[in-house]
């Protein structure tokens, strides 16, 4: 079959590999749809492992069932979640290998769906196997795990209807935590990001302010938008350290800040703030894949109109460099 190897820093190459065989306890997946997402990239700038085969953001159909699965078919229309156990840490050898610490992930360690095929090692229906709903299409379905993480994510906070949230960091994990806290109900929703493309998104997906962090500082237009109070919540999606420390800053006293980027760095950072401010600091990771298509189903939150720009397989190569470098470029969908 056909993938997309990463053969060196911001190299990726479409090349001729082994079709998967199907492993005991999983399934293998023809694959209709692969999202390119933001952690990919940061593996894709360092260009390493060399053979990586990324893809965890996908749909597809069912077209083998391992002999130890139960509930899953062939033919069936799903999205899922690709890991295995490593059999031998604390956990695994205490039969509870789902809170294994050194997971292979599918995409990383483990090959990942920007191929005609993937397998998922285990199977397990509405735990890391999902149907779609017919209405679905396979384009949301692969849309459905950074939503998934977004949702999961935001939960960690619960906020309440009546909060003010603010939302760092304009990726597709950021705006999908828009969708979320709209479906939510949350009634002020402040966010601040980059990308001009972005930032429109931003104010489509339900955002009552929109910051453009390139030419105004975000924690003084939140403190301002708020009167100085401040807000309830943060949801920081950027990653960085400036915009770590502008949500010590505008988080409330008791507030929450949910740290969900991805940092590349390790942070330096003062705690006294976060004390003396009765502060919480939550690490969100975590996907919530029912929940997220649900969101998608029933129309609270519309995912495909963050799916800017569509390449085949052939066309990986292209793909990534518009994913990293294309100022317009939201999210790049492979369709192998
Ligand atoms: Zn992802
Ligand atoms: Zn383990």
């Known amino acids: 079959m056909k993938a997309a190897v990463l053969r060196g820093p911001e190299t990726i190459r479409t090349e001729t590999v082994d079709d998967p065989s199907v492993p005991d306890d999983g399934v293998v997946i023809r694959v209709r749809a692969c999202g390119i997402c933001g952690s990919d990239i940061h593996v894709y700038k360092a260009g390493e492992p060399v053979g990586t085969v990324f893809g965890h953001e996908f749909s597809g159909d069912v077209v083998e069932v391992g002999k130890n699965v139960k509930g899953v078919e062939v033919g069936e229309r799903v999205t899922a979640v690709g890991f295995r ?9 205490r039969g509870k290998s789902h809170r294994c610490s050194d997971m292979a992930l599918t995409g990383y360690q483990l090959p990942g769906a920007m191929a005609e095929y993937v397998a ?4 397990i229906p509405d735990r890391t196997v999902f149907k779609l709903p017919d209405e679905m299409t396979y384009e949301d379905g692969a849309t459905v795990e950074p939503l998934s993480i ?6 960690r906070g619960q906020p309440k209807e009546s909060d003010t949230v603010a939302v760092l960091g304009l990726g597709v994990i950021g705006l999908n935590a828009i969708l979320v806290l709209k479906a939510l109900g949350v009634s002020r929703i402040l966010a601040s990001g980059r990308r001009p493309s972005r930032l429109e998104a ?130 790049v969908m492979i369709i192998p």
């Not at 156990?85 to 050898?93: A, D, S, T």
């Not at 998922?120 to 199977?123: E, G, S």
């Open 120 to 123: 998922v090692p285990i199977a």
């Open 150 to 155: 977004s949702l999961f994510s935001v939960k």
């Open 202 to 331: 931003a104010g489509l997906c339900g955002a009552h302010l929109v910051i453009d962090a390139a030419k105004e500082d975000a924690l003084a237009a939140i403190m301002d938008a708020t009167g100085g109070m401040g807000v309830d919540c943060v949801v920081e999606c950027a990653g960085s350290p400036v915009t770590f420390e502008q949500a010590v800053e505008m988080a409330k006293g008791g507030g929450s800040i949910l740290l969900v980027g991805i940092f590349e760095e390790p942070l330096l950072w003062d705690p006294r703030k976060v004390i003396a401010k009765n502060l919480n600091l939550i690490g969100c990771l975590g996907g919530n894949f029912p929940g997220a298509i649900e969101l998608i189903r029933s129309g609270k939150a519309v995912t495909r109109h963050f799916v800017t720009h569509r390449f085949s397989l052939d066309e990986a190569g292209e793909a990534f460099r518009v994913q990293h470098k294309d100022k317009d470029a939201i999210k």
């Open 85 to 93: 156990p490593c059999g031998k840490c604390f956990w695994c050898v």
